[in-house]
């Protein structure tokens, strides 16, 4: 699926309900497997104490954002070893950091105002050694030194008030339009540059503070595989990539080994592998008990006690705003809750005036696994839906699923969700158990095949196997070697 297509379906069920609820806080966005989207810093904030007061507001509501501070001392020491190592070799070594592990899946990184660092555990469980580590740290000590966050708000300012002047005095005309299409190409050049300018800023840091500065390449393409592995299909729409705020993976590959070859020739630095993967060993990987757990192509939230399936090869996001689930033939699927009266029917809620497009006469009620529920079909610009809403207990659920009007799969792939949806029993919620990082040794006659085998509660073991161990095509274990898997042990 292209990214246009994810654009679309996004934009699709976004218009479809017109009261959902987002909890992320407008200004603080979760930003996918890329770090330091248009991160807020400054190098010292000893002269601008306005920047020092940001962050102190900023800091409890990324963590609010991000699942809180992930604690694990053991965990915590090797990440801070790495900065500690990173703090001395810096442009600016008089300045202290706090680093902060975030308790999000997603693979990301940020800083803020007054040396606050963010890493997330999703990240810390795709890197596979001390040196990509501090490449991606030393890439945000980078945003902090080059004042990257003030200069951002300043561009994004000033196109703000360019945006209003062309709009007032051009309106709709194609002139305007073609104004404000140059004003987000050169947001959108500004960013990258930004992002190339801190990765050359990081390597240089990293490679004087003796670690190998080829990590930043090795890491650059973990992401792109990481990115490749949770998209359907792996497509990408390059007519998109101009406004993207990141330059393209391979630009940035290239580039940041041509940073690293000024130290010298692949081999240089260390990586401390062996005490990067001690640290990460236990790692909680996936998502917490708070927030649900995605097995394959099941959701199960054992705090909620409901459970639905998706179809086989859609992939399933789960957020602190929806869980959602995007497919072949540019298909979507979301699911959340909401709180309504317990004397409304569910008919009627559907026709209170949250769905766009709603055809009133398809209002039906249902039963499903034993649970009061309604469907109802709505379409709008160039999508058709369908609506369930199912009665659980005190809490009413929504299964919403998004298909291009021309598509004939709408029906069939709605009815399977819905239809898999039913309250978890005791037995299924005892059975549930966090997935965590595992570091093993390979053993006499294991392959890439049986180990991947091995790992529990992941979809496309072998696929993610390669991913997290950042083993290409081609690529092999043998005895003795240390690679990372997925269970629940």
């Known amino acids: 699926m292209s990214r246009r297509s994810r654009l679309a379906l996004a934009v699709a069920l976004t218009a479809l309900v017109a009261g959902c609820q987002v909890l992320n806080p407008a200004d603080v966005r979760e930003s996918g497997f890329q770090p330091s989207n248009n991160p807020v810093t400054v190098d010292n904030v000893s002269r601008n104490d306005k920047f020092a007061e940001i962050a102190k507001a900023q800091h409890p509501r990324i963590l609010a954002t991000y699942g809180g501070e992930y604690s694990d001392p053991k965990l915590e020491r090797m990440v801070a070893k790495v900065v500690g190592s990173l703090t001395t070799a810096s442009a600016n070594p008089n300045q202290t950091y706090r680093i902060t592990i975030l308790n999000s899946p997603n693979v990301n990184a940020f800083a803020l105002p007054g040396g606050y660092l963010y890493v997330t555990r999703g990240l810390l469980a795709l890197a596979n050694d001390s040196a990509e580590l501090a490449a991606v740290i030393s890439h945000e000590m980078g945003h902090v030194t080059a004042n990257h966050g003030v200069q951002r708000q300043q561009k994004e300012a000033e196109e703000v008030l360019a945006t209003k002047v062309v709009t007032d005095v051009l309106g709709e005309s194609p002139t305007a339009k073609a104004a404000l299409i140059r004003g987000k190409l050169r947001l959108a050049q500004f960013s990258r540059n930004q992002e190339l300018e801190a990765d050359g800023i990081g390597i240089k840091t990293s490679g004087q503070a003796g670690y190998d500065p080829f990590a930043a390449g090795r890491f650059l393409q973990s992401m792109a595989s990481y990115s490749d592995f949770r998209s359907v299909s792996g497509a990408t729409d390059a007519s998109l990539d101009f406004l993207a705020s990141h330059p393209n993976a391979p630009q940035r590959i290239d580039l940041a080994q041509r940073h690293a070859r000024q130290f010298g020739a692949p081999g240089i630095g260390r990586r401390d592998r062996d005490s990067f993967l001690a640290g990460i060993d236990g790692l909680l990987f996936g998502d917490t008990p708070e927030e649900g757990y995605v097995r394959g192509t099941n959701f199960l939230h054992p705090k909620l006690g409901i459970s639905f399936a998706v179809p086989q090869g859609f992939i399933i996001d789960n957020t602190a705003a929806a869980v959602t689930a995007t497919g072949p033939g540019n298909i979507a699927i979301r699911f959340d809750g909401v709180s309504i009266n317990n004397n409304m029917s569910l008919p009627d809620y559907i026709r209170s005036g949250w769905v ?78 966090p997935l965590r990082i595992r570091v093993v040794t390979v053993q006499p006659g294991q392959t890439m095949g049986s180990l991947a085998a091995s790992m529990v509660g992941v979809d496309r073991k072998l696929d993610l196997f390669r991913v997290l161990n950042a083993l290409g095509p081609g690529a092999t274990v043998s005895a003795g070697d240390k690679v990372k898997i997925v269970t629940d042990r």
């Open 356 to 433: 766009a497009g709603l055809d009133p006469a398809s209002v039906q009620a249902q039963t499903i696994n034993g649970n009061e529920a309604a469907f109802a079909r709505a379409s709008a610009e160039g999508w058709q839906f369908d609506i369930v809403v199912i009665r659980a207990e005190t809490q009413v659920y929504r299964l919403l699923t998004a298909a291009p009007t021309a598509s004939n799969q709408l029906d069939s792939i709605a009815r399977t969700v819905s239809s898999s949806f039913h309250v978890m029993t005791a037995a299924e919620k005892a059975a549930l158990k």
